[in-house]
């Protein structure tokens, strides 16, 4: 875990800061392995400390013994009052905060505490940008998490009846998931039947899952702080003919953007092979989210496979990322296709983590 | 659902703001219905929008009938460009957001594309401090919630062996939520044995319950937006001498301060109740968190009963708050003994909505 701070510090170096306090908890785990609810990170170029109340004291020195578990925040010890006191300490004059993981109220706080002696200077995605590309340790707890996901769509949706209800499938799902070893899901798992599945997001109901209509199903398995994410559509029984000319352009797309991804290839342009050819089949207008995101201790994370706003950028593709690929066509009334694959860019292309098998005309 | 918009009006009117964009995902549920995982409320003194997109319009319109649909946000119109149309169509130059709830980056986007046009005012709590009488829906919620929540305790404890790890014991919590109709646990269940209950918030591993060693066992049903939480302690087993003087400490202090719950009483009152009868057991050190939290759509919301910081208040209870009365005793290396129920604050005092039963010495 060492290399992480070496990396961040290196960050900070580029960036002339002389330290951060972390305070997404994600960040923060990635960072020092402390997962408690609360706590945060102050890292300067030669100390590393976790800060946080004495419920998760004892935590923090087991799981994060790469920091300092002397500084540790006491009752009654304010966050602003102790990371003064350790910039004070250190000789810190000037302190970059997560603008994006900070809210509001709690800044006002630390800049009051703080006063004139300690410079808040906001900074947004410095660990972020670590985290978009994947270590080994990374890689291979992704890879246990895509295992289990394929393995449980494989198991459940043989075992879908036409009589069942969404939130009867994904009690099904959600317990295969844990039997076979995941922590639980890494999102409320998304079975969506029929007109339902015209909702990318759809929450699931008492609605059945019927005969001969589109059912998308979503969920991934959550394992050691990483997530994965699969999509599967299905019917139950004999679909129609629209829904097959449907199916094959989301398949199609979701294969030609998959082929695009590789290094050097910016994020917006793999969603552009997607949309141009749903939008070339008359359904440019049932395709409202990305194409895909980056994932790993969060769900969606950099880099975002999307459009990109009038005059802006995205970044370019590396080698160690992992995105999803899911392209999509969604009809009111009608219902909803999305296939999605997890992709690990490699120096010549990528590989397709997911392996369930999908419907094929 | 329109009385609480009402009620926000009020508050508005009260501290002369012509309208708040509300960002935390659960006050906006309370206020409009809508339980999508992106999306914003502009609520103005005539007025009432959603601001989400396009994956959630179908889902805003059904889920949130009260609030305008037809402002919605599109893809490619930011959330400061839909802001600044609407202030501008309704003649306000002065928006409220919620500080507590928008990060510092958020902010800046949002002032950066305001302009001079619309002053952005911090505010903080306006909405959870609705949020913390519950209305007659809420506390119906709260009561199937519990009850649910009593079943399961009561069902699996029983069921609990020796050989058991804490990770299944928790697996067994979870099926018989779900099973009993919970939409999921209200936070990861804690199950932990022996000297892992030394850590308030142990997290689940491998470890056997073993015999005669404490168990803390704190979980809830989460139902519709609402939240139930339930702790309690136990022994597979006989448990020694030691066991039953914390115990019962814990379990007498716990008693106290329910008796001292009734409007008028201010929050820290409760609190100090359970706490000094611990310190004068010996225990002053071993009790690290506070005595309770109010509890609702959030697990944790105001009101708090804990200590005050040096010079610092706290709210007296009201009719119609719910809380949880948790106090509990933690030893390194030996375990740890925590009783949590969950009560109404009614016109005379309380009425304890948790039934499970507990273990009496």
Redesign the interface.
Known sequence: MEHRTRRLRAALAETDLPGLLVGAPVNRRYLSGF???YGWLLITRTNAFVLT????L??AGREAPGFAARQIIN??K?LPELVLELCQEFGLDRLA?E??????????RLAAGLGDAVALE?T?GLVEELRMVKDEAEIAVMRRAIAITDGVMEAVVPQLRPEHTERQAV?LF??AL?KAGAE?PSF?IIVAAGSNA??????PGDDLLGEGQTIIIDMGAHIDGYNADLTRTVVLGQPDERFWAIYNTVLEAEQRAIAEVRPGVRAHEVDAIARDLITAAGHGNHF??GTGHGIGMNLHEAPFLRWT?PGGTSIPLETGMISSVEPGIYI?GWGGVRIEDLVLVTDDGCVILSQAVKLSG
Chains 1, 2 share one sequence.
Request: charged letters at 20%.
């Open positions: 997962t408690a609810s109340d004495s419920r998760y004892i935590q009752p009654g304010t905060f603008a994006g993981h900070t809210t509001v109220a709690d800044h006002g906001p947004e009690w959600e317990q844990r639980g409320p015209a909702l990318p997001h759809h929450r409202g989210h706003t009111e």
